[in-house]
Every structure is written in structure tokens, then in C-alpha cells.
């Protein structure tokens, strides 16, 4: 079994920033890609921030160039770092890694169970 294990969230006021931290715990083989999705109340989940292992990353046009996705490959952590936030980045934030485990040899989604991130005026 894998669990990841999310930490950071909390309440920031606007323009300040936020640092949000997922490890992974449990046998994996192999991570192919770590991930930050976010789902605000009455809408849809939304890709947020990925990074391959290559280390190509991908953000939301809404918050390029404020969050900046990275990678702790050793300790199978990602960090997401949230600066001068608004109140519309307000959502559950939750970290997916793709990866290959000791009882799943095929890729799969992992999940964390979310974090809490509130953006006040």
C-alpha cells in the first residue's frame, strides 16, 4: 500500500505565500510523473503543477508564473511553492504521483487526501 502524506495548507492572506509538501510512503519502484491538483467548493478538480521524471513541469495558465512546482527524488516528496496568492487560489490542493508499487506493476494514480488552502482579502 502507498499513502502520501500532505502538509503546508493552511490560510494565507492575499499576496503572501504558501509552501505545500506531499511525501510518498510504502513500497514504490518507480515514479513517472508527481502532481498538484486543486478543486475549489461547486467546481470541477483542476491540474494545478506536474513534474516528470525527467523534470519537464507543466502549470495552469492561472498560476504561472507565481507557483513553482519541485522535487525531492530522493525522499519521494513534492513541494509546491505558492507565491503571491489570490483569493480565487482558495481550494482543496492534492498531490497525485504516477507510479509503479511492489503489488501494482502497472502505472496507477496515487492520491493524498488534501489539504486545506484558504486565501483571505
Known amino acids: 500500500q502507498v499513502q502520501l502524506v500532505e502538509s503546508g495548507g493552511g490560510l494565507v492572506q492575499a499576496g503572501g505565500s504558501l509552501r505545500l509538501s506531499c511525501a510518498a510512503a510504502?513500497?514504490?519502484?518507480?515514479?513517472?510523473?508527481m502532481g498538484w491538483y486543486r478543486q475549489a467548493p461547486g467546481k470541477q478538480r483542476e491540474l494545478v503543477a506536474t513534474?516528470?521524471?525527467?523534470?519537464?513541469?507543466v502549470y495552469a495558465d492561472s498560476v504561472k508564473g507565481r507557483f513553482t512546482i519541485s522535487r525531492d527524488n530522493a525522499k519521494n516528496t513534492v513541494y509546491l511553492q505558492m507565491n503571491t496568492v489570490k483569493p480565487e487560489d482558495t481550494a482543496v490542493y492534492s498531490c497525485?504521483?504516477?507510479?509503479?508499487?511492489?503489488?501494482?506493476?502497472?502505472?496507477?494514480?496515487?492520491w493524498g487526501q488534501g489539504t486545506q488552502v484558504t486565501v483571505s482579502s
Open positions: 497525485n504521483f504516477r507510479a509503479l508499487t511492489s503489488t501494482n506493476f502497472r502505472w496507477s494514480d496515487y
Open positions: 510504502g513500497t514504490i519502484l518507480s515514479i513517472n510523473l
Open positions: 513534474i516528470k521524471s525527467a523534470g519537464e513541469t
